[in-house]
């Protein structure tokens, strides 16, 4: 396995869209064209699906990607709320008389920056020109440092069932590279709140390849996350690119990140521990328990994956909202303004704050759909039609090296990913990834695939 690594270990795409962003096509968008593709007659009167982007945090964290702003005045949350509420009464003009909501994330940042009050009035704000679908899920991101008794049960009594909490490491000194000092009675305090009040479905994010980090930080880790029994875990290989995320990833030096085959071998340990602890991976970077929904999905072969990573609910349609949210409508993405002040002008010149954008060719749905496939159940198929436009042949040639390798089983229209295959997901789809191959871009571009 370690030989593997060493030879599939390069800059990939994490595939939460396809195309990736950096092979958005800016010459074919336009935010008129963006507004028609939301008005697709394909799934022009589905439930959709709400991303809202809480972007403020008291400090910085080192090792997170995410559009953040940091401060500690807790001013900034009303004007914010505003602005995103109006953002949304633009898009509800553009979909219509009061749209069905089948699920809302609210990610930051940290979400729970915001008082309980003011997470209650943005989401009553958006409810007041909408409805909830039949079925919904509903959930947000939590600091076990910030995160309130009075936050939890507000939250909760809006319709929230699920929340995931960032606990990366236990290790003292790996929580002190990453400046995210967080103790463990903290994650205790607030899984218990969140499982008394009756949520459903309770995560911890677990980090690995983090600087300073051994394999016995990982299963410490694990071996204390098992003490609390979440539902979900999400267990992420730390993505180290701080020539696109800035200073907040020069807080440590490039010695201090374990190597790639420890790093793998930190995950497949890991793996190992949580099995052992009764969860059950699903997809890329996710674990479950058996009774979790999410498990069930993937053996019915219905997840889907999107921008806010796997999910159970169905909707093809996404709004971002938010500053830097990106949207999707199937046929199309938008990104809104990363700076804040760009999009509170836009939103206060009554403007959809969008920046940047991308309409999906014929070739491009063809392709998303194939590596949603992998993605998501670990194998795909195609029709003769799809032939036509696509040259799946030579999509498999690129694949018989990994075929050797034992990593997929190809045949004439399909691509299985074996067990050994499924930690090299990422290099998979790249072999499906037209643009990538067509683009060849600057290694620095993307992350490390293991």
Same mark, same amino acid.
């Given at each position: 396995?370690?030989?593997?690594?060493?030879?599939?270990?390069?800059?990939?795409?994490?595939?939460?869209?396809?195309?990736?962003?950096?092979?958005?096509?800016?010459?074919?968008?336009?935010?008129?064209?963006?507004?028609?593709?939301?008005?697709?007659?394909?799934?022009?009167?589905?439930?959709?699906?709400?991303?809202?982007?809480?972007?403020?945090?008291?400090?910085?964290?080192?090792?997170?990607?995410?559009?953040?702003?940091?401060?500690?005045?807790?001013?900034?949350?009303?004007?914010?709320?505003?602005?995103?509420?109006?953002?949304?009464?633009?898009?509800?003009?553009?979909?219509?008389?009061?749209?069905?909501?089948?699920?809302?994330?609210?990610?930051?940042?940290?979400?729970?920056?915001?008082?309980?009050?003011?997470?209650?009035?943005?989401?009553?704000?958006?409810?007041?020109?909408?409805?909830?679908?039949?079925?919904?899920?509903?959930?947000?991101?939590?600091?076990?440092?910030?995160?309130?008794?009075?936050?939890?049960?507000?939250?909760?009594?809006?319709?929230?069932?699920?929340?995931?909490?960032?606990?990366?490491?236990?290790?003292?000194?790996?929580?002190?590279?990453?400046?995210?000092?967080?103790?463990?009675?903290?994650?205790?305090?607030?899984?218990?709140?969140?499982? @008394?009040? %009756? $949520?459903?479905? #309770? +995560?911890? &994010?677990?980090?690995?390849?983090?600087?300073?980090?051994? *394999?016995?930080?990982? !299963?410490?880790?694990?071996?204390?996350?098992?003490?609390?029994?979440?539902?979900?875990?999400?267990?992420?290989?730390?993505?180290?690119?701080?020539?696109?995320?800035?200073?907040?990833?020069?807080?440590?030096?490039?010695?201090?990140?374990?190597?790639?085959?420890?790093?793998?071998?930190?995950?497949?340990?890991?793996?190992?521990?949580?099995? @052992?602890? %009764? $969860?059950?991976? #699903? +997809?890329? &970077?996710?674990?479950?328990?058996?009774?979790?929904?999410? *498990?069930?999905?993937? !053996?019915?072969?219905?997840?889907?994956?999107?921008?806010?990573?796997?999910?159970?609910?169905?909707?093809?349609?996404?709004?971002?909202?938010?500053?830097?949210?990106?949207?999707?409508?199937?046929?199309?993405?938008?990104?809104?303004?990363?700076?804040?002040?760009?999009?509170?002008?836009?939103?206060?010149?009554?403007?959809?704050?969008?920046?940047?954008?991308?309409?999906?060719?014929?070739?491009?749905?063809?392709?998303?759909?194939?590596?949603?496939?992998?993605?998501?159940?670990?194998?795909?198929?195609?029709?003769?039609?799809?032939?036509?436009?696509?040259?799946?042949?030579?999509?498999?040639?690129?694949?018989?090296?990994?075929?050797?390798?034992?990593?997929?089983?190809?045949?004439?229209?399909?691509?299985?990913?074996?067990?050994?295959?499924?930690?090299?997901?990422?290099?998979?789809?790249?072999?499906?990834?037209?643009?990538?191959?067509?683009?060849?871009?600057?290694?620095?571009?993307?992350?490390?695939?293991?």
């Amino acid at each position: 396995m370690l030989n593997l690594v060493q030879k599939y270990n390069v800059p990939g795409p994490r595939y939460t869209s396809y195309p990736t962003v950096p092979f958005w096509d800016s010459s074919t968008f336009s935010v008129q064209n963006w507004i028609e593709s939301l008005n697709h007659p394909a799934y022009k009167n589905q439930p959709i699906s709400l991303y809202i982007h809480l972007p403020f945090c008291e400090s910085l964290c080192t090792f997170c990607a995410c559009n953040k702003r940091i401060t500690k005045q807790h001013s900034v949350e009303q004007p914010y709320i505003e602005a995103v509420l109006k953002e949304w009464n633009m898009y509800v003009s553009i979909l219509g008389e009061n749209p069905v909501i089948e699920e809302i994330h609210l990610g930051g940042g940290t979400p729970t920056f915001f008082s309980a009050n003011n997470l209650k009035k943005l989401i009553e704000g958006i409810f007041e020109k909408a409805t909830k679908a039949q079925k919904y899920e509903f959930s947000f991101e939590g600091h076990p440092n910030n995160t309130t008794k009075k936050q939890l049960q507000t939250l909760f009594d809006l319709g929230f069932r699920r929340v995931s909490f960032g606990i990366q490491d236990y290790n003292t000194k790996v929580q002190q590279a990453i400046h995210r000092l967080q103790p463990f009675e903290n994650v205790k305090n607030v899984t218990q709140w969140a499982r @008394e009040m %009756g $949520y459903t479905s #309770i +995560g911890h &994010d677990l980090i690995f390849g983090l600087p300073f980090q051994n *394999l016995e930080d990982v !299963k410490h880790t694990i071996k204390q996350t098992k003490k609390l029994q979440p539902d979900r875990i999400a267990f992420y290989s730390y993505a180290h690119t701080p020539w696109i995320k800035g200073n907040g990833q020069r807080g440590f030096n490039e010695a201090d990140l374990p190597p790639a085959d420890e790093k793998r071998i930190q995950y497949e340990e890991g793996k190992i521990a949580l099995e @052992e602890a %009764g $969860y059950s991976e #699903i +997809g890329m &970077d996710h674990f479950a328990q058996e009774t979790d929904p999410l *498990l069930q999905y993937q !053996k019915q072969g219905k997840l889907h994956r999107n921008f806010m990573g796997y999910t159970t609910t169905q909707s093809k349609k996404m709004i971002g909202l938010g500053v830097s949210s990106i949207s999707d409508s199937w046929f199309g993405f938008a990104q809104n303004e990363k700076d804040l002040k760009d999009y509170y002008q836009k939103i206060e010149n009554g403007q959809l704050p969008v920046f940047r954008g991308h309409i999906l060719t014929d070739k491009d749905l063809i392709i998303r759909k194939h590596i949603l496939n992998l993605m998501c159940n670990f194998e795909t198929s195609w029709s003769e039609e799809e032939n036509d436009l696509i040259d799946f042949k030579d999509i498999l040639i690129g694949l018989l090296e990994m075929q050797a390798d034992n990593l997929v089983i190809l045949g004439k229209n399909y691509v299985q990913v074996t067990n050994q295959g499924q930690a090299f997901i990422r290099n998979i789809c790249m072999a499906f990834d037209l643009r990538l191959k067509a683009n060849k871009p600057d290694q620095r571009i993307f992350s490390m695939t293991i």
